[in-house]
């Protein structure tokens, strides 16, 4: 079964950008939000090997054509080769997504931890994952975090985390993690009867994707990171 729970405040949410520095008003704006982050949690337990849902997860460019509430995503930078399998993995992603009448386009920074964890962050937020895991994501010259362009927007913080644990005899444990804040209050209000369903909603539809993916393509199952390519083997 899926849990869904919400859990008051932790930090900030997202959209992709770095604070400004702030300055001060004589009056206060009616529309900023101090509120901490949320956090919205679901769990799976699903009847395959972990590898092929970990490479289907990570198929960023995929989401689109799945996942509720997406409307559009772009890989907008790879990392370089990974130590152990020796895969390129997303680095930077281009989102956009509808809910509560509100569609928006976000940048974020994404980080696997190849068969484990793949993770994206937005706004202010910086990932808590040690460099040793990622180090494949921050070579050239790369930061972990990413520099805005432009205001804040919908988020002001995002930060979303696949877990994947490998439970043996062809079963893994699926968790997905989402820390949000939104930018005013005005945004929570639209969005306030949408937020809390997010996260069970797309374990949900990452559970159907899986199985249909893994039905039609059957040798999928038994291959390694190394053989797969997104949710499909490598040619």
């Known amino acids: 079964m899926a849990t869904l729970k919400t859990t008051r405040p932790l930090s900030r949410t997202s959209h992709l950008y770095k604070p400004h520095a702030h300055r001060r008003t004589f009056l206060p704006n009616p529309f900023a939000s101090e509120e901490p982050p949320q956090t919205l949690s679901a769990h799976r337990t699903l009847p395959f ?91 050239h010259g790369a930061t972990n975090q990413y520099q805005s362009t432009g205001d804040n927007g919908l988020l002001k913080h995002l930060r979303s985390t696949w877990t994947l644990e490998d439970l043996g005899k062809e079963k893994t444990g699926v968790s997905l993690a989402i820390e949000f804040a939104f930018a005013n209050p005005f945004y929570a209000a639209l969005s306030g009867g949408v937020a809390p369903k997010v996260a069970g909603a797309m374990i949900r539809a990452f559970e159907k994707r899986v199985g249909e993916v893994l039905r039609e393509n059957p040798d999928m199952v038994g291959a390694s990171l190394a053989e797969l390519d997104g949710s499909r083997l490598k040619k």
Do not use: M, N
């Open 49 to 139: 090997p972990s590898a092929p849902i970990y490479s289907i997860i990570a198929d960023i460019p995929s989401y689109a054509s799945f996942l509720p509430y997406v409307q559009r995503s772009d890989i907008t930078h790879w990392s370089t080769p990974d130590a152990t399998y020796a895969r390129r993995w997303p680095s930077e992603g281009k989102l956009t997504s509808g809910f509560g009448g509100i569609t928006e386009t976000f940048r974020s920074k994404v980080y696997c931890v190849p068969g484990r964890i793949v993770e994206s962050v937005g706004g202010d937020t910086v990932t808590k994952l040690p460099e040793h895991d990622i180090k494949h994501h921050l070579e």
